[in-house]
């Protein structure tokens, strides 16, 4: 394979998709050795094939605000790559959202879900749509425009969209509603629904969990632990959440969340009430992290700033892409930072990666640190389908066996000659031969 040559071509018929082109070429520059030992595959074309999305919809979405004002925003569905699944994969409600976002979320999914070793497939969604603000009735109104288009789409055994950041059980509530009010079927077409109707257990809490629980391992590798390390998160939505519940429950001290707005240090703990109140904040609709100072006094708001210069062990980029750069990263290493746990989807920049790789400290891909969310997405698949639930330390369980299974890939194919093991590496080529395996044996299709 000539990666430059593969990037060149992406570039010239996709210019300025950023986010995409920068997620492909990663996962290039990671399986370029292993692609070079299977001439099979370069037969095959299965590069080209992969990196290319299967299909793309773009549809307008147009609803009525409480004004009585008409707006329009952009809607999409990114069909990456079925090779071993159904499509999958969350929903994005953003003012920031493209086509080049939404394609390198789908692209990473694929590999995502292919390490989680349930049969699903990748996909991602969105709109432009700014949530910030927007009244309950107006999120109803939108998510119900979506879904008219949408719909024709999915299906419980074609494509299973779930949420992502700005898309929350409530929006999962309302665009159920719609759903099977088009279809007249009651199926698990949409996962992190709601408990009543067939949500699952632990999904709310999954990507944050399933995050610690692959941080666990990899401390473990070097005999370390979580209890008493200074842990720092950004973001203060579902993710930063759940991985603030289960760092403080294994005994780490949380010290920051962030915002658009800045982030808040709190140099006695993020723990208790204080997570609880996170809920509240995010209820608020206002996308702001600065009120949690106001709320609890023990705690300082440095507007405009990241978190990543507070001093830590265990750095969690739980906000969004490219939220940690290769300044940042240098800041984190000179206080000593131990382990990264990207647990956003491409949370940290190359230059970041490259300069945590070269100082050989533990830094964990998002497409494996986070799988725990699509992960649980896939055992509520599960259930609906056996129209059962399990009970939480089931699901729980579940979600721990399967971190545990996306580690122990990662370090078979990631250890280095020194011993380091490079997670990036690792998760690349892990997902990377389980889609193209899946691809070789169906056919030039
Ligand atoms: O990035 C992700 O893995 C998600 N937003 C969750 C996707 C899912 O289908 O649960």
Same mark, same amino acid.
């Given at each position: 394979?000539?990666?430059?040559?593969?990037?060149?071509?992406?570039? %010239?018929?996709?210019?300025?998709?950023?986010?995409?082109?920068?997620?492909?070429?990663?996962?290039?520059?990671?399986?370029?050795?292993?692609?070079?030992?299977?001439?099979?595959?370069?037969?095959?074309?299965?590069?080209?094939?992969?990196?290319?999305?299967?299909?793309?919809?773009?549809?307008?979405?147009?609803?009525?605000?409480?004004?009585?004002?008409?707006?329009?925003?952009?809607?999409?569905?990114?069909?990456?790559?079925?090779?071993?699944?159904?499509?999958?994969?969350?929903?994005?409600?953003?003012?920031?959202?493209?086509?080049?976002?939404?394609?390198?979320?789908?692209?990473?999914?694929?590999?995502?879900?292919?390490?989680?070793?349930?049969?699903?497939?990748? %996909?991602?969604?969105?709109?432009?749509?700014?949530?910030?603000?927007?009244? @309950?009735?107006?999120?109803?109104?939108?998510?119900?425009?979506?879904?008219?288009?949408?719909?024709?789409?999915?299906?419980?055994?074609?494509?299973?969209?779930?949420?992502?950041?700005?898309?929350?059980?409530?929006?999962?509530?309302?665009?159920?509603?719609?759903?099977?009010?088009?279809?007249?079927?009651?199926?698990?077409?949409?996962?992190?629904?709601?408990?009543?109707?067939?949500?699952?257990?632990?999904?709310?809490?999954?990507?944050?969990?399933?995050?610690?629980?692959?941080?666990?391992?990899?401390?473990?590798?070097?005999?370390?632990?979580?209890?008493?390390?200074?842990?720092?998160?950004?973001?203060?939505?579902?993710?930063?959440?759940?991985?603030?519940?289960?760092?403080?429950?294994?005994?780490?001290?949380?010290?920051?969340?962030?915002?658009?707005?800045?982030?808040?240090?709190?140099?006695?703990?993020?723990?208790?009430?204080?997570?609880?109140?996170?809920?509240?904040?995010?209820?608020?609709?206002?996308?702001?992290?600065?009120?949690? &100072?106001?709320?609890?006094?023990?705690?300082?708001?440095?507007?405009?700033?990241?978190?990543?210069?507070?001093?830590? @062990?265990?750095?969690?980029?739980?906000?969004?892409?490219?939220?940690?750069?290769?300044?940042?990263?240098?800041?984190?290493?000179?206080?000593?930072?131990?382990?990264?746990?990207?647990?956003?989807?491409?949370?940290?920049?190359?230059?970041?990666? @490259?300069?945590?790789? &070269?100082?050989?400290?533990?830094?964990?891909?998002?497409?494996?640190?986070?799988?725990?969310?699509?992960?649980?997405?896939?055992?509520?698949?599960?259930?609906?389908?056996?129209?059962?639930?399990?009970?939480?330390?089931?699901?729980?369980?579940?979600?721990?066996?399967?971190?545990?299974?996306?580690?122990?890939?990662?370090?078979?194919?990631?250890?280095?000659?020194?011993?380091?093991?490079?997670?990036?590496?690792?998760?690349?080529?892990?997902?990377?031969?389980?889609?193209?395996? &899946?691809?070789?044996?169906?056919?030039?299709?």
């Amino acid at each position: 394979m000539n990666i430059d040559k593969v990037m060149a071509s992406l570039e %010239a018929k996709h210019p300025g998709e950023s986010e995409y082109l920068q997620a492909v070429k990663e996962v290039l520059l990671s399986i370029a050795d292993i692609y070079n030992q299977h001439p099979e595959f370069e037969k095959a074309k299965i590069i080209e094939r992969l990196v290319e999305p299967d299909r793309i919809s773009t549809f307008r979405v147009t609803w009525v605000d409480d004004k009585g004002e008409v707006q329009t925003n952009l809607g999409y569905r990114v069909q990456f790559n079925n090779a071993i699944g159904p499509y999958k994969g969350g929903i994005r409600f953003h003012a920031s959202v493209t086509l080049s976002i939404l394609k390198f979320l789908g692209f990473e999914q694929t590999f995502k879900n292919a390490l989680t070793t349930l049969p699903m497939g990748g %996909a991602k969604g969105g709109s432009d749509f700014s949530p910030r603000g927007k009244s @309950d009735a107006e999120i109803m109104r939108f998510c119900q425009a979506f879904m008219l288009e949408l719909w024709r789409q999915i299906g419980p055994n074609t494509d299973v969209p779930a949420g992502d950041i700005g898309v929350g059980g409530r929006e999962i509530g309302y665009m159920y509603g719609m759903y099977k009010k088009l279809t007249r079927e009651v199926t698990g077409t949409l996962t992190g629904k709601g408990l009543e109707y067939g949500g699952s257990l632990i999904r709310p809490e999954a990507t944050g969990f399933g995050g610690l629980y692959f941080v666990k391992e990899m401390l473990q590798t070097k005999g370390m632990d979580i209890k008493g390390k200074t842990i720092a998160i950004s973001g203060f939505g579902n993710v930063a959440w759940g991985a603030a519940l289960k760092a403080t429950e294994l005994g780490g001290k949380v010290v920051t969340l962030s915002g658009p707005d800045g982030y808040v240090y709190d140099p006695e703990g993020i723990s208790g009430k204080k997570i609880e109140y996170m809920l509240e904040l995010r209820a608020s609709g206002n996308d702001v992290v600065a009120p949690y &100072a106001e709320e609890f006094p023990s705690a300082t708001f440095i507007p405009g700033k990241r978190p990543w210069e507070v001093k830590c @062990d265990i750095a969690l980029p739980c906000a969004t892409q490219n939220e940690l750069n290769g300044e940042d990263a240098q800041r984190l290493i000179d206080n000593g930072v131990a382990c990264v746990g990207e647990i956003s989807n491409m949370g940290c920049t190359p230059e970041a990666i @490259d300069a945590f790789i &070269a100082h050989k400290i533990m830094y964990g891909p998002g497409k494996a640190v986070n799988a725990g969310g699509v992960a649980t997405s896939g055992l509520e698949m599960s259930q609906n389908a056996m129209h059962l639930s399990w009970n939480a330390e089931e699901v729980d369980k579940r979600l721990h066996d399967i971190m545990h299974d996306i580690h122990a890939q990662c370090v078979k194919y990631g250890t280095e000659a020194d011993g380091y093991i490079n997670y990036m590496k690792g998760a690349n080529v892990a997902g990377f031969m389980k889609v193209a395996h &899946a691809m070789m044996e169906q056919g030039i299709v």
